[in-house]
């Protein structure tokens, strides 16, 4: 059955709609009816519609001129609701996962999107073509996204910036043989209690006086760090000088100058048997260095490692499993150059 849409947006805007969707009349107005690129004008002005298509009328819209497509999208759930209402009939409009209109929610969404387990993409006019019609956005826009996160840019400027540091992932998108993404990234933004962030640093802490995690557990630390206000790291100063004595040069040892928000498994994997942590995790194969009990030099070849108790790492070379300790690894690694 068909119904008319111009007047059903008429009754729609008669009624008080603001107090009861919280929607400014002036705006519904342009995006229903009045706007060059409006529901009514992308529908062809038609007086009599099929709701069933009104999920590609509404998408059309959105992706033509609105700025604000979380402000569109709140009007077009309210008076899809109040058609519902009105008619009983049902209608199914598959909204985009997050608001598509922030760069921010964007560019966290894509990163975690295009995690290589999860969807094998490389992009392509098809791939970027399906994520534009995901998220109600132009393909141009999802291109721009995806240059800008691989941090292809010259222009300092235009780089992604989180928390005052540059934020990039280079590979991002593209083909194994043209550019391999190093790690998936995992975006956690966290509010925190100073308690918590507290508690967290400590953990770390921990983690950093064993040589398996050190690397990794040192790097996130600093992250954290960096996030903090001065307020927040001078009371935690004070409390390992005071309430919860700790080693405070531990601490301030976290204060970088380090210009980069997001660091790869190969960014952490450059000292000692940290590589053997990603290999692990990995399931990949690794060259490790070690020194024996009698001190001497022992270089294993296509390492798979099989399981860590922390101070030490099971490791399968042909048909021989040895048992590591941790702390005689010299250094380990996916090449074979060490």
Known sequence: MDYNLSELIKEFLEQDSRYKYKIKKETA?????????????????????DLNYLQENIKDAVRSNMRSKGTAIWIFKAFIKFIEDKTGVQIDVKYPPIDSSSTFERRMYLVKRLHPNNQSFIESEESVK????????DEKTIRNDLRILRGESENEEELYYICGKKFF???IGRKKNDQQLHSTVHPLFLTSNLTQVFVTLKGLKILSQNALFAEYANQMAKDIWGQLSDYAKSKILYLCETNLPDEKNWYESLESDDDYFFHSEVDCDNNGPNCALSALKNGRLC???YKNKTGKTVRLKDCLLLNSTGDTIDVKTGNTI???EIDRIIQSAYSLNV
């Open 169 to 171: 992932v280079p590979g």
């Open 29 to 49: 107005c342009n995006i229903l009816r009045d706007g060059t690129f409006s529901l009514l004008s992308i529908a062809g002005n038609s007086h009599y519609i």
């Open 130 to 137: 399906d994520l534009a019609e995901l998220l109600w956005v």
């Open 322 to 324: 040895k048992t590591l």
């Open 287 to 289: 060259t490790i260095v």
